[in-house]
Nanobody
């Protein structure tokens, strides 16, 4: 069984920073892509950033230059460093991994940016 646990969300003022972490546990190895998605109230869940097993990254246009995704394969952990946060970044952030061509999701962590 695969379990994802996110941490690092919270309340921050506009212009501030937060770092999200997501640890994957269970019988897992050689994770393919690891990523972060977010869902604001009344909106669909959208991709924020993803990093593949080779380290290549992809970002939503709205976060390019402000957010950085990284992963530690030895710890089965993916991070999202979020800088210069804006009110429109407010959402529940979900961790996602692609393991053996199956998607697994975390429970989500709330990020609230006050303007």
């Amino acid at each position: 069984q695969v379990r994802l646990v996110e941490s690092g969300g919270g309340l921050v003022q506009a212009g501030g920073s937060l770092r999200l972490s997501c640890v994957a546990s269970g019988t897992i190895f050689s994770i393919n892509a690891m990523g972060w998605y977010r869902q604001a109230p009344g909106k669909q869940r959208d991709l924020v950033a993803v990093v593949d097993s080779g380290g290549s990254t992809n970002y939503a246009d709205s976060v390019k230059g402000r957010f950085t995704i990284s992963r530690d394969n030895a710890k089965n952990t993916v991070y999202l460093q979020m800088n210069n946060l804006k009110a429109e970044d407010t959402a529940v952030y979900y961790c996602n991994i692609d393991f053996r061509y199956t998607n697994f999701w975390g429970q989500g962590t709330q990020v609230t940016v006050s303007s």
